[in-house]
């Protein structure tokens, strides 16, 4: 499921500012993303059906690819057009009953912030963790406090088999220090999203794995 280094792409309409989201993604599947999240939130979002044909869209450019399709949170969106996972929060679903409703073959995705949190997410059925924020994020408003990769080392150390994937600022210049933690990937919102040249961030983010130098 994740091969290091995987680049894991999050994105919503909202993050694309005036561009158009769906070419960001394009380019970003392009430049070699390994994963995409569909994390649409936020003031003036989409719902309903809006939202079920933009996913779509991305479902679709994502089969192209062959690069897993993830939807945050919407248990039932994801359901009803058969992703190939859900990513829950802290502040969401419970993941246990995620895993409970989720269809079969369906990968299940948590996001932590301690040990034992990611103890409780690996109970609950949990296939990777995401860890963070590592470093400071204007993504999320409602972000935690960074705490580097001291818990990504932490769980990596109690957890070695279960996949963690750092979150929160990283970007091609302060990757490093997260693979080097044992992050299997990195996920990425705006250093992909606000890039002039998408397909080059990704790869550039991805060349900033050097192998295991710990």
Not at 29 to 34: F, M, N, S, V
Not at 45 to 74: H, R
Request: hydrophobic letters at 40%.
């Amino acid at each position: 499921m994740f091969s290091k280094p995987s680049v894991y792409f999050i994105l919503g309409t909202a993050d694309a500012g005036r561009k158009d989201p769906l070419h960001i993604l394009e380019k970003a599947l392009e430049g070699g993303i390994t994963h995409f999240q569909l994390r649409e939130k936020g003031p003036g979002a989409l719902t309903g059906q809006s939202l079920t044909e933009f996913a779509i869209q991305c479902q679709k450019l994502c089969g192209t690819w062959k690069v897993p399709f993830i939807v945050n949170d919407d248990v039932e969106l994801a359901c009803a057009i058969s992703a190939d996972g859900i990513h829950v929060g802290q502040e969401d679903a419970d993941a246990l009953t995620v895993k409970e409703r989720m269809g079969k073959g369906m990968i299940l995705g948590v996001s932590v912030h301690s040990i034992e949190e990611a103890e409780k997410a690996i109970r609950s059925g949990a296939d990777y963790l995401g860890m963070g924020p590592v470093y400071g994020t204007k993504s999320k408003p409602d972000a935690k406090e960074p705490s580097g990769v001291t818990k990504i080392l932490k769980v990596r150390e109690r957890f070695p088999e279960m996949p963690v994937v750092g979150i929160g600022g990283i970007t091609a210049l302060n990757a490093g220090p997260v693979w080097d933690a044992g992050a299997k990937g990195v996920a990425v919102i705006s250093a992909i999203a606000g890039a002039n040249d998408v397909q080059m961030e990704v790869k550039r983010i991805m060349n900033s794995y050097k192998g295991e130098r710990l």
